[in-house]
């Protein structure tokens, strides 16, 4: 059983950076792939990033390809979401997923856990 608590989002003007974490409970951590996905009023949640247990190997949608960093500290059982050169399409509530075992899939069945969530706005 993983617990995962995002923080971190807020409002922010366009061009903008956020830094959002994922706090994971847990001692088996670093034996989960982890994913952030955005869903935006009206539309279906969608994949931004994940990256492996290790954090050697990463994977970003198209649209924040470039702009967001993701990684993760195993040691204090947190993966991030560096998000730089905000625009306004990406304003939606943010969620971190864990995938066991996994190698960090986009695809959203694969998630076992998922967090609360963290609104993010960006104003134009």
């Known amino acids: 059983q993983v617990q995962l608590v995002e923080s971190g989002g807020g409002l922010v003007q366009a061009g903008g950076s956020l830094r959002l974490s994922c706090a994971a409970s847990?001692?088996?951590?670093?034996?989960?792939?982890m994913g952030w996905f955005r869903q935006a009023p009206g539309k279906e949640r969608e994949f931004v990033a994940a990256i492996s247990w290790s954090g050697g190997s990463t994977h970003y949608a198209d649209s924040v390809k470039g702009r967001f960093t993701i990684s993760r500290d195993n040691a204090k059982n947190t993966v991030y979401l560096q998000m730089n050169s905000l625009k306004p399409e990406d304003t939606a509530v943010y969620y971190c997923?864990?995938?066991?075992w996994g190698a960090g899939s986009p695809g959203l069945s694969k998630y076992d856990y998922w967090g609360q969530g963290t609104q993010v706005t960006v104003s134009s």
């Open positions: 847990g001692r088996t951590f670093s034996s989960y792939a």
């Open positions: 997923a864990a995938e066991s």
